[in-house]
């Protein structure tokens, strides 16, 4: 609050309680000096429910003491703390690979919640799932691209790929770029473990690391045809 605002909500309380009004000059001076001092950074309203006048009013009313300026900027400290309490920080629309600029702006936010500019933003905000559209370009910028060191580490975990891209290595031929007979595997899929049941139905249906004898032969062959890479 600025001086001026300060006096008139001295004002105000000195005329709910009498006991407030200072007629000498310099006690009113000096009440408000004291009365600015620690309101200065209390906002006389805000649009989200905090306003000076009412609260020295239930003060009065509550309080068969004269009101201090202590009382109001306590209980503007509390208003603050209740609706930062509540305020749950929403996604930052700012790049996340600026930090700088995502602190700033989550600080922001806080700081306008607190000081009344803002209303505070529920738990929900965080699970709207708001669509940033930086992030789909970045996805895009980065495509499936796998770094060779991460797809030797993956190696293991992809036995029939691994043991493809091991025989292209060695110079064999490469048993995915036909199809299987035998298990109906697709060009480009592993070959497949079928487990027959009794009735002769196929169940289960797990990849296996190596192609089946006459795929191998048929990639072989293809190999022998196609001109030397
Ligand atoms: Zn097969």
Redesign the pocket.
């Known amino acids: 609050m600025e001086r001026r605002e300060v006096a008139a909500v001295l004002t105000y309380v000195g005329r709910l309680d009498p006991r407030l009004v200072r007629t000498d000059e310099g006690e009113a001076r000096s009440q408000l000096g004291t009365w600015h001092e620690l309101l200065s950074d209390v906002p006389t309203t805000t649009s989200q429910g905090w306003d000076v006048r009412e609260t020295a009013r239930k003060r009065i009313v509550t309080s068969p003491y004269p009101i201090l300026p202590a009382d109001v900027a306590r209980e503007w400290q509390a208003h603050r703390r209740e609706r930062l309490a509540r305020h749950t920080d929403p996604t930052p629309r700012a790049d996340p690979d600026n930090p700088q600029a995502w602190r700033a702006e989550l600080l922001a936010a806080r700081d306008a919640v607190a000081s009344g500019h803002a209303a505070p933003s529920a738990h929900r905000e965080l699970t709207a799932g708001r669509h940033r559209p930086s992030l789909k370009d970045q996805l895009a910028a980065v495509g499936s691209y796998i770094p060779a060191a991460v797809r030797a580490e993956l190696a293991p975990y992809r036995p029939a790929r691994a043991a493809r891209e091991a025989v292209i290595a060695a110079g064999g031929p490469d048993v995915l770029a036909v199809p ?1 007979e ?2 109906h ?1 697709d060009q480009g899929e592993p ?2 473990r079928r487990r027959i049941n009794l009735d002769g139905s196929a169940q289960g249906n797990a990849p ?1 690391a190596t ?2 004898p006459g ?1 191998v032969d048929r990639a072989l062959a293809a190999q022998a045809q196609a001109p030397a890479a």
């Open positions: 299987c035998w298990c595997a070959c497949r296996r192609a089946h795929r």
